[in-house]
């Protein structure tokens, strides 16, 4: 099974940036699939932005128009861009992928976006 491991978030003032990186341990190129989610305090985890490997790309309406997300399959890894970051974007981040033959579905284990001033 793949290992994910998410890394670039943070505390960051409101209108700030961040690139969230989503390090796969094997190559991506396998995964038809690959996401970035979303869970705040008391909610339910929700999709931000999804990318295919054919390069389909989904955006919440949330995000739409400041986020991007790009796979780089040759460091194994999925990056998630957002900028004019408003406090409404304080999350854990997540990142998942599925294995376009088993279809096995593999969750990181999250990183903290913290948009305050």
Do not use: H
Not at 13 to 29: F, K
Not at 53 to 58: E, K, L, V, Y
């Amino acid at each position: 099974q793949v290992q994910l491991v998410e890394s670039g978030g943070g505390l960051v003032q409101p209108g700030g940036s961040l690139r969230l990186s989503c390090t796969a341990s094997r190559s991506i190129v396998s995964f038809n699939y690959m996401g970035w989610y979303r869970q705040a305090p008391g909610k339910e985890r929700e999709l931000v932005a999804s990318i295919t490997s054919r390069n389909g790309i989904t955006y919440a309406d949330s995000v739409k128009g400041r986020s991007t997300i790009s796979r780089d399959n040759a460091k194994n890894t999925v990056y998630l861009q957002i900028d004019s970051l408003k406090p409404e974007d304080t999350a854990v981040y997540y990142c998942k992928a599925t294995d376009s033959g088993t279809l096995l579905q593999s969750w990181g284990q999250g990183t903290q976006v913290t948009v305050s001033s």
